[in-house]
């Protein structure tokens, strides 16, 4: 959970037997990222609605960074914050905040674990916030990593 105001300067095989070919049944499809992403961002505006807080609107600044830092953490495998201060000055931004997560295998659990976290649930129902971008990136061993971009404009 980081935040920053403005001041300071995330084959289907065939099998041939017996000369019949035969197709097994298709796995259940696993999520896309987009679907994910849209699922954070409904997840995210559910639980400020149950507080009588505003939804976040999309913004598409936002999602870019939080895509970025997402695909980052994958590719480095590791899970760390980025530096707010350019996305304040490209978002043309008020003030911006971040969470960050992997591991969690669904929309639903990622978002049960940033509101068990006071530091995340914080940026998710801070009342000045009207904006996110959400970015989600498998490793190359099929690790989520997830990032949460919030802004006020």
Known sequence: MRCVPIV??????????LGALVAPAPAPAAPTTTSLEGAIHALTNAERTKRS??????????????????????RENRMYHQQMQPILRACGLRYVGENVAAGYPTAQS?????MNSPGHRANILKREFNRLGVGVAYSTSGRPYYCQVFGQV
Do not use: E, H, I, P
């Not at 300067?9 to 099998?15: E, I």
């Not at 990622?110 to 940033?114: A, L």
């Open 53 to 74: 807080l505003g939804k976040l609107g999309t913004n598409d600044c936002l999602k870019r960074y939080a895509l970025a830092q997402a695909q980052r953490q994958a």
């Open 8 to 17: 300071f300067s995330a084959v289907c095989a065939l099998v041939v037997g």
């Open 110 to 114: 990622v978002m049960t674990g940033w």
